[in-house]
Each structure stands twice: as C-alpha cells, then as structure tokens.
C-alpha cells in the first residue's frame, strides 16, 4: 500500500521527541530538505535509467498516449491522500482536522521515498499526531493500527475484484501457471531443509517479539479500536479505498496508453493485476519499493499479454503521477503545517 505506512514502533523507538500531551515542533525543514534533495536524486537516476534500453521505445510513444486520462489520474491520486487521512483521523479517536490531516498524508509520503519499510511515513504521520495532542506511544500505535488494519482490508478488496470476475480471471490463471513454473523448478528437498531452519529460528523470535511491550501496547491499541466499531469500520473502508484508488488509477494509466490494446472491459483484471504486483513488490524492503514495484507491475501487465514497451510505458506514467509527484507537494504541506 502507498498508504499510511508500517513502521511506527520504531520510528517511535528511534528518538522522536515529544512526550505525553506535549505538542512537539514538526521536524527541521532542513531535515525534509535533504530527504526532497535524496528524492530528487533518486528520481534523477530513475530518469536516466529509463532513457535507454527497454524504456526508449515506451518514451518515444508518449505522443501518442491519451492525455485525456491525466486528471482522472491527478484526482484519484488527491483521492488517495484523502482516503488514508480519514483512515488515520477515526483511529485516533481524535476530531484532528481532515485538511491539515491530508496534508500530512503528503508529506508522509515525501518522507517516505527515501526511508525502506514506510519507516518515514510513520515518523511523520507519528510527529503529526503527537502535534495534535496524543501521547507519543498512542500516536505510534494508532499508526501501527492501522496499517495492520490495511492487511485484511486489502486481502478483502483483492477477494471482492476477483470474485467479481475479476477481468475473466485472467489474473488468477496467469499467477497459477507462474506459481507452478516456480515450484517445478525449487528442488524439494532443499527447500524442505530451508523451511525447516527459517521456522526454528523464526518461533523464538516471534515468541520474544510476542511478549515486548510493544506487541502489547499494538494489542492494546486494536482492542481499542475494536470497541469503537463505527470507527473501526472507517479505518477498514479508508485503507481499502486508499489501496483501490491507486489501482483505478493504474488501470486508467493503461488505459491512457494505446498500445496496450486495453478496454473499459479489463478495468477490474487491470486492478486486480495491480493489487498482486504492488503486494509483491512491497516484499522487497527497497525506499518506497523504487525498482521492485516497477518490476512487479510490468511482469503483471506481460502476463495479461500485454507486450513489453507499453507496459514499461504504462507504469511509468502511473508511478510518475502517484508516485513522484506528490514529493514537491508534500515539502510544500510540510512547510504549512509547521506554520
């Protein structure tokens, strides 16, 4: 999810000020600065990278693509923001304000570009909170909540786009014949030796993790939010909208791209392709999944059989819109909502 992101306990962990009902200030600007500065640089390689080999022929048909698309992108894109901001507001049990919440909600993600494991997003969306009156562990769980809040409201959205059809299930039958293509070439044995040491040295851990205070005040933090129902079902509506407005807009960014040969008809298979891709490209612990995603998305849209230059063109607009250009935006929130 380019959501709230995981990762407050240890941004909490890892010395953010504030303690109480004490109104921290919001980071230096100087801070935000060199994060917009690493932001760019990134954003500068990726540039380069994608003026030369499989990427030419995809820049080269950016004449032909349909610009009419380009506000809907934009205004799925704000949409987003706005969905994760009341996600965060009904957590909180707080009436923080839903603009200066959507603002933050940007500049989280600025932070975000340069930080792996959404440990950015959770600093700041974590400093916001504390800034409107939470104690600095409850704004680190309410964070923490809801992202653990978008799994199942994920894997509920991915269960309603496929059992909606899905796109003639395309989707579904491409990830089987890649699962069974990858299991016929993992010797067993191996892979049972593997599973077996990964899960002995897994089961301490998670028993230690289980009993810290942080499991505890997180446990804490859900069985709270699961006595506010109404909230709660706000938080699962927000995070799944969050995620679902991001693949309207990846399905509208291949649409917009004409050799795709893509239709109206494959909006819910060009969605469904994005929730698996962008699930599996958060795997990899990259700055805001920068490569991985991109990887993912194209391999998803290569197996509806779509060739591979437009697909890479595709994606390209979609994480151009989505992705970098909400940086600028967020330093400008920042500078607001340190005001």
Same mark, same amino acid.
């Given at each position: 999810?380019?959501?709230?992101? !995981?990762?407050? #306990? ?26 917009? *500065? ?5 954003? !500068?390689? &990726? ?13 080269? !048909? ?17 949409? /987003? @923001? ?8 009904? !957590? ?9 919440? &959507? ?50 409201? #994920? +894997? +509920? ?20 014949? /890649? ?22 040295? *897994? ?20 069985? #709270? ?24 807009? @990846?399905?509208?960014?291949? +649409? =917009?791209?004409? %050799? ?5 008809? #494959? ?13 599996? %490209? ?16 194209? =391999? ?12 890479? /063109?595709?994606?390209?607009? @979609?994480?151009?819109? &989505? ?17």
């Amino acid at each position: 999810m380019e959501t709230i992101a !995981a990762g407050a #306990d240890s941004a909490a962990s890892a010395g953010l000020p504030g303690t109480g009902g004490e109104a921290a200030p919001l980071p230096p600007v100087r801070r935000i600065r060199r994060l917009a *500065a690493a932001a760019l640089v990134i954003a !500068a390689g &990726t540039a380069l990278l994608a003026t030369t080999g499989p990427a030419r022929p995809a820049l080269a !048909a950016a004449g032909e693509m349909r610009w009419a698309y380009l506000p809907a992108l934009v205004l799925l894109c704000i949409l /987003h @923001f706005g969905c994760s901001a009341v996600a965060l507001r009904a !957590a909180s049990g707080r009436p923080i304000p839903l603009y200066r919440t &959507t603002l933050a909600q940007f500049t989280a993600a600025a932070a975000n570009r340069v930080t792996p494991g959404g440990l950015g997003a959770a600093a700041v969306n974590t400093r916001y909170l504390v800034c409107r009156g939470l104690p600095l562990p409850r704004a680190a769980v309410v964070v923490a909540v809801v992202q653990v809040a978008g799994v199942p409201a #994920d +894997l +509920l959205l991915l269960c309603a786009v496929v059992g909606s059809g899905g796109g003639d299930g395309r989707i579904v039958d491409a990830l089987g014949r /890649h699962a069974a293509a990858v299991a016929g070439s993992v010797p067993p044995v191996p892979l049972a030796i593997a599973a077996g040491v990964l899960l002995a040295a *897994a089961v301490p851990c998670g028993r230690r993790a289980a009993r810290s205070a942080a499991a505890g005040r997180a446990v804490e933090g859900l069985t #709270d939010l699961c006595r506010r129902p109404r909230a709660l079902l706000v938080v699962l509506a927000g995070s799944a909208a969050t995620t679902f407005t991001l693949g309207l807009a @990846f399905a509208l960014s291949v +649409l =917009a791209v004409p %050799g795709t040969a893509a239709g109206p008809s #494959d909006l819910l298979v060009l969605v469904a392709a994005y929730l698996v891709a962008a699930a599996a %490209g958060s795997a990899v612990p990259a700055p805001g999944g920068i490569g991985s995603t991109e990887a993912a998305l194209v =391999a998803a849209l290569i197996a509806l059989g779509i060739t591979a230059g437009p697909a890479l /063109h595709a994606v390209l607009l @979609f994480r151009a819109v &989505t992705f970098w250009a909400p940086v600028p935006l967020g330093l400008l929130a920042f500078r607001t909502l340190r005001r």
